[in-house]
């Protein structure tokens, strides 16, 4: 298996302009999970989906900021319109239980730099 | 807020040594945790987990320490290795629901 994929590995974007991370999880997994790394808070939760279904979107910082899973095999993240303080490292992880019995798969991230 | 702590950021030890890095967490519920491990532009990898129910999990040269009545939990690593040099992340969910992660410790081992 190919593992989470996500894409792109890295944006640079100006502010003002939309963003759209995408994620591809692993095969047979029902539950997709974004989340977000800084310095200051570690990895944050930003939403995650059970069966194509947003379960828990409480960590979408504002309205900026969107997600959707159209199909099992497919996810967006969307931020419009994207901020200087949106500068991350975005993660997309997959696991195929609970979210808390059984460990999660990470992609590689897309580093994004809003200037 | 953040529920889970790592407040070391970085840590060095030499090769053949103990690394033991520390997690702090302040919600009660909290009844399982993981600890990841973190290479350069990779994902975190799940490395280790503990239940509640246990005071340590042992998988090779990684084992887990949970203290529940300090809300505190540790991983060693031992002997640690040159190739154990990433970030770990611990993290940590309360009944089913989501994951809380750490900042993240850096670990650097020496040869």
């Known amino acids: ?115 | 807020d953040q529920q889970v702590k790592q407040n070391s950021p970085s840590l060095s030890v030499q090769e053949g040594r103990i690394s033991i890095l520390n997690c702090d967490y302040t919600n009660s519920m909290f009844d399982y945790f993981l600890w990841y491990k973190k290479y350069p532009a990779e994902g975190p990898t799940f490395l280790i987990s503990i239940s509640s129910i246990k005071d340590k999990n042992e998988d090779g040269r990684f084992t887990v320490f949970l203290n529940k009545s300090a809300k505190h939990l540790s991983l060693h690593i031992v002997p640690s290795q040159p190739g154990d040099s990433a970030v770990y992340f611990c993290a940590a969910s309360a009944l089913g629901n989501q994951f809380y992660f750490g900042t993240g410790t850096s670990l650097t081992v020496i040869p």
Not at chain 1, 29 to 39: A, C, K, S, V
Not at chain 1, 78 to 107: H, L, M
């Open chain 1, 1 to 115: 298996d190919a593992g989470v994929i996500q894409s792109p590995r890295h944006e640079v974007t100006e502010m003002g302009q939309e963003v759209t991370l995408r994620c591809k999880p692993i095969s047979g997994h029902d539950y997709l999970f974004w989340y977000r790394q800084t310095m200051m808070r570690g990895l944050e939760l930003l939403i995650y989906f059970n069966n194509n279904v947003p379960i828990d979107d409480s960590g979408m910082p504002e309205d900026r900021f969107s997600a959707k899973m159209p199909n099992a095999s497919f996810s967006t993240l969307k931020i419009q319109p994207s901020e200087p303080r949106d500068s991350a490292v975005y993660f997309c992880a997959s696991s195929n239980r609970a979210a808390t019995s059984d460990t999660q798969y990470f992609g590689p991230g897309t580093r994004l730099t809003v200037l």
